[in-house]
């Protein structure tokens, strides 16, 4: 693949530049500063697109993003029409159309890694982040590339859930997480039903709201590389990856089948917390940062990298946008772009 001769390739930060073959993310960095991002993606696309998928995430760095509206077009031109938020997992807020606010947590919490919307039937392949406002400390997104956390877990156990898969039971109920209606995008119960059937989602109504069942594959095959890796939110959603103390509460308050989101083995059997305590050592191994600054974009191959957020002071406002839904019909269609995006 030729460089574009407009921009500038380098690792995030220095601690990558011993290995740029594995930077993440690898940074293209505008030649001259407050080059219109629409003008440099117009010719770089391929560029762009090939690097995303060596290295799992690419940060676009000294470009003129041109606002929401640019950030929107640069998602466009790169991956097409950005994506709803479906299923939600997690509070956030709309922009403008289907651009967003990242995770609305308290900025003192950390968000463990996870692959955006792993937990469902259809996932987003291209993830988006634009940097609007850096915080005042810390604030990254962390990395870490789901093709080195899957080598680096003790193969017994991803051969256990290989083999099992794995599986994500939510109770929705006032006071925890983010109500059903606001999940679904509807107060209907029915439609509610029939989505979840369609994507392979139990439900029952209980006496405290709604709780759903899905089980899901932990091992997956990228559409277009062929690269074996790890991507599922069972490490995430783990009762146990929450903050000590909050873990602690919880387990007073709820049995195991009323914790407000919880995962298992695919048959319902649960996971020996120290299983899911290796599988956080072998993210945490591979994760890497990064420090925000303002108009920075990042582009994430959603199931070559998890992302993650550390925890922040200051006024970080971070945009976002998914694209490119995966599917069977769209596995057809990326298999048949490999060519171009690669060469």
């Not at 993440?24 to 993606?41: F, H, I, N, Q």
């Not at 899911?276 to 070559?304: G, I, K, P, T």
Request: aromatic fraction near 10%; include cysteine; glycine fraction near 6%.
């Amino acid at each position: 693949m030729t460089a574009n001769p407009s921009v500038r390739t380098a690792p995030a930060d220095r601690a990558q530049e011993r290995d740029a073959s594995s930077a993440l993310p690898l940074t293209l960095s505008a030649e001259s500063p407050g080059t219109p991002l629409s003008e440099y993606l117009s010719a770089a696309r391929p560029l762009v697109r090939g690097r995303l998928l060596e290295h799992g995430a690419v940060l676009l760095r000294g470009f003129d993003v041109g606002g929401v509206d640019g950030f929107e077009a640069a998602v466009r031109a790169v991956s097409g029409a950005p994506l709803p938020y479906a299923e939600r997992s997690s509070p956030r807020s709309t922009i403008k159309g289907q651009v967003y606010t990242s995770t609305d947590y308290p900025p003192d919490e950390e968000i463990f890694l996870h692959n955006e919307n792993s937990y469902q039937a259809d996932w987003p392949l291209t993830l988006f982040f634009h940097c609007v406002q850096p915080p005042d400390t810390l604030g990254a997104t962390p990395l870490a590339d789901t093709r080195r956390v899957y080598r680096a877990i003790d193969p017994s156990v991803r051969e256990e859930f290989a083999a099992r898969g794995w599986m994500v039971v939510r109770n929705f109920s006032d006071g925890f997480g983010v109500p059903w209606q606001q999940a679904f995008g509807t107060d209907d119960r029915g439609e509610v039903e029939a989505y979840c059937a369609r994507n392979g989602v139990e439900t029952e109504w209980t006496a405290d709201g709604l709780r759903t069942r899905a089980r899901r594959r932990a091992v997956h095959r990228h559409p277009v590389t062929g690269e074996t890796v790890w991507f599922n939110h069972l490490t995430f959603f783990h009762v146990t990856t929450l903050a000590e103390e909050v873990c602690g509460a919880l387990r007073e308050m709820y049995d195991d089948a009323r914790l407000p989101t919880n995962t298992y083995y695919g048959d319902g059997r649960p996971i020996p917390d120290e299983v899911v305590a290796h599988l956080r050592s072998c993210y945490r191994a591979e994760q890497r940062r990064f420090d925000w600054r303002r108009d920075d974009v990042l582009l994430v191959d959603n199931m070559l990298s998890a992302h993650a957020r550390e925890p922040f002071t200051g006024p970080r406002r971070i945009a976002v946008a998914m694209a490119e839904p995966f599917s069977a019909a769209a596995r057809s269609a990326a298999f048949a772009e490999v060519t171009d995006v690669r060469r």
